[in-house]
């Protein structure tokens, strides 16, 4: 097939070259990226007199046509098109003959593909800014409802000390909103404009990057026209951005995959976000959440495929940057997907806080309240922890928990020992004496909702 680069070379490629080389497939998602871009560029040319008013009116609204047609699907993106750019280009030529080739003056599709990513990318940044303040709003419900669920807390997933599910959800809360605040600190860095840094060394053309950037909604143009077109920093931190959004998600999978188990049962999925088992029939599993955990793995591969990519490149452009694409968009759409699934499945789960409560009873998860009760009574903290230690000790030698453990045995530990323990190794009372800042008490968690609840709405 003969190019539109056709001149030194006689423009023919073998056709298995022309699917190797093309990028349409996956990049067409970007048109209306690229016919806005397009559409700013030839306004430019026109203000700037190098092509007249009529013209750049003209491609114009040839342009628009060309978007509503895309979006009607009267137009269909034609896959033997070497990229988007090429294609639309060479649909505005069908369209309206030479004046349409006047568009590509003073560009190149090296800051042409720069621009388009960077505006395709801002935008997925916003929406998918708002599917976290989604989750998040979720998990502030949860948590609300389930501030005074008492359950154990866990360090190496053994049974450390009695928080609230509320609590321990709200700490996710926190992750996602980092995630926000990530997005929104790489939005910065990627909102600087390409274009006009043509194929890399700028223009002889008298352009205007300051215009075609404010029209764009971008801060300003890049500085360097070298580095316009060689940059990938923004596509990194996009998909480093996804991969923490995916850890976090991964992690409150597992814990979800855990708590649904018959070993917790703190919490029942949905049916609508479980499956069944083909041959066993009690069997419900938590394939959504297991799928966001196994997904996590794909988009860590997206962010170091790119890294390995770009570390031997020269400047400027090079072909290799071409596979930024795929990857980022496989990034991108799984995370959307993964957080509207994760949110749908939490809004619906079920906790059960009997079994939190009762697991929370089994650990001796009050023994360090016991050991604190003996130093609010003078007891140096390691001696208080020795004599705790013996007491769970003949606690589970003798079948007691610290509950109803005697008050005769206990003062045979120590003297300070008063019928008030009871009350210091109650679990409700052990939660609600956490007071301090961002602790488990009650007041603490409502705190921390409202906190989040104001920084998301
Ligand atoms: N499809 C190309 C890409 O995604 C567009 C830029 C091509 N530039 C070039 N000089 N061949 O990177």
Redesign the pocket.
């Known amino acids: 097939m003969a190019k539109i680069w056709e001149g030194v070379t006689d423009g023919i490629t073998d056709s298995l070259a022309d699917d190797f080389n093309?990028?349409?497939r996956f990049?067409s998602r970007m048109y209306e990226e690229d016919i806005k871009g397009s559409m700013v560029h030839a306004s430019m040319l026109g203000l700037k007199g190098i092509i007249s008013q009529a013209e750049s009116e003209e491609i114009i609204s040839g342009l628009e046509g060309i978007l509503n047609d895309i979006k009607t699907g009267k137009l269909v993106i034609d896959y033997s098109c070497?990229?988007?750019?090429m294609f639309v280009e060479a649909e505005l030529t069908k369209r309206l003959g030479d004046t349409g080739k006047k568009l590509h003056t003073a560009r190149?599709?090296?800051d042409?593909?720069a621009l388009d990513?960077r505006l395709n990318l801002r935008k997925e940044i916003d929406e998918i800014s708002e599917l976290l303040c989604k989750l998040i709003g979720t998990i502030c419900d949860k948590a609300e409802e389930n501030k005074g669920a008492i359950m154990p807390g866990y360090t190496h997933l053994q049974r450390a000390q009695p928080i609230t599910f509320g609590h321990q959800i709200m700490a996710y809360a926190m992750m996602f909103l980092r995630d926000i605040d990530r997005l929104k600190s790489t939005r910065k860095r990627l909102n600087i404009s390409p274009i006009g840094s043509c194929?890399l060394a700028g223009t002889t053309y008298d352009t205007d990057r300051f215009f075609e950037a404010e029209k764009l909604g971008f801060s300003e143009p890049c500085l360097n026209s070298i580095d316009g077109v060689s940059d990938r920093d923004f596509v990194l931190e996009v998909l480093f951005c996804m991969s923490a959004i995916m850890m976090h998600l991964s992690r409150f999978s597992e814990e979800i995959i855990l708590w649904s188990s018959w070993e917790f049962k703190f919490i029942e999925l949905d049916d609508s976000y479980t499956t069944g088992s083909s041959i066993m029939p009690q069997k419900k599993n938590p394939d959504m959440a297991e799928l966001v955990r196994g997904k996590t793995g794909r988009v860590y591969g997206d962010l170091l495929g790119l890294f390995t990519t770009l570390k031997g490149l020269p400047l400027a452009?090079n072909?290799d940057?071409?596979e930024?694409?795929e990857g980022v968009f496989d990034a991108v759409d799984t995370v959307k997907m993964s957080l509207k699934v994760f949110t749908a499945m939490l809004k619906t789960l079920k906790t059960i806080p009997e079994n939190m409560k009762n697991a929370a009873g089994k650990g001796f998860i009050n023994a360090t309240d016991l050991a604190d009760y003996l130093v609010k009574k003078g007891e140096s903290f390691r001696n208080a922890y020795k004599i705790s230690g013996r007491i769970v000790a003949d606690c589970m030698k003798n079948g007691f928990v610290l509950e109803n453990f005697p008050i005769e045995k206990y003062k045979e530990y120590s003297k300070l020992f008063d019928d008030d323990i009871y009350k210091a190794v109650n679990l409700e009372e052990c939660v609600n004496k956490r007071i301090s800042f961002g602790g488990t008490g009650v007041k603490s968690v409502e705190n921390q909702i409202s906190v989040v609840r104001a920084k998301i709405s």
């Open positions: 093309s990028s349409v990049d070497e990229d988007i750019h190149s599709r090296n042409q593909v990513l194929a452009y072909k940057m071409q930024d694409k």
